[in-house]
C-alpha cells in the first residue's frame, strides 16, 4: 500500500510546492531581473509565443531534471527515487498552470469566461495582477491560489497611493 500512497503524496505535496515557487519566482525573478523574458506578458501584442513562454521551457527542464536523477538508467546506483514522483508533480503543476494561467486566464486554447466560482476568481485575480504597468508593486503572483479580489485591489490602491506602483485606470483601485 505505500509503495502507491507514498508516491502519490509526493507528487501531491510537490504540486503544492510548486504553486510557492511559481509564487516566488513571478513577485522576485520575473517582475526582477528576469523582467526581459516577462516583460511582454504584460504588454499588448499579436504575437503566438511570447519571450515569457522561455520561463515554460526552464519548469520543464525542472521536470526532466528530476526524472533523470531517479532514473537508475541515467544515474545507476547513484538514482534518488523520490526525485522521479518530484518529476512528475512539476509536470502536473506545468499541465494545471497551461490550462488555467494560459488556456483560462488569458484565452491562449480555449473561450470561456467564468461566470462564478473559484474559476471566475481566479480569473480576477490574475487581470488584477496586470492591472499595474511596469515591474513595479503588483498583486497576485501566484497561478492557482487566487486571493480575494476585493483585497487585491484594496492592496493595488494602498500601493498606488504610496508611489510603490502604477495602477491601470480601469483596475478599480
Given amino acids: 500500500m505505500s509503495e502507491i500512497v507514498v508516491p502519490v503524496l509526493i507528487v501531491l505535496a510537490t504540486i503544492v510546492a510548486m504553486e510557492w515557487v511559481a509564487w516566488a519566482s513571478h513577485k522576485y525573478i520575473m517582475h526582477g531581473f ?59 503543476y506545468g499541465i494545471i498552470y497551461t490550462l488555467v494561467h494560459d488556456g483560462l486566464v488569458h484565452q491562449r486554447y480555449f473561450r470561456w469566461v467564468p461566470k462564478k466560482g473559484y474559476a471566475k476568481r481566479l480569473v480576477q485575480a490574475h487581470k488584477l495582477h496586470h492591472a499595474t504597468i511596469g515591474k513595479e508593486g503588483g498583486v497576485s503572483f501566484g497561478f492557482v491560489f487566487a486571493r480575494d479580489p476585493a483585497k487585491l485591489k484594496a492592496e493595488l490602491k494602498r500601493q498606488r497611493e504610496a508611489g510603490i506602483a502604477v495602477v491601470r485606470d480601469s483596475a478599480g483601485a
Avoid at 516577462?38 to 528530476?66: C, F, Q, T
Wanted: hydrophobic residues 50%; negative net charge.
Fill in 34 to 92: 528576469g523582467w526581459g523574458w516577462h516583460r511582454d506578458h504584460h504588454e499588448p501584442h499579436d504575437n503566438v509565443l511570447e519571450k515569457n513562454d522561455l520561463y515554460a521551457v526552464v519548469g520543464a527542464a525542472m521536470s526532466i531534471s528530476m526524472f533523470a536523477l531517479g532514473s537508475p538508467m541515467v544515474m545507476g546506483a547513484n538514482a534518488w527515487w523520490p526525485a522521479t514522483w518530484i518529476g512528475l508533480g512539476i509536470l502536473g
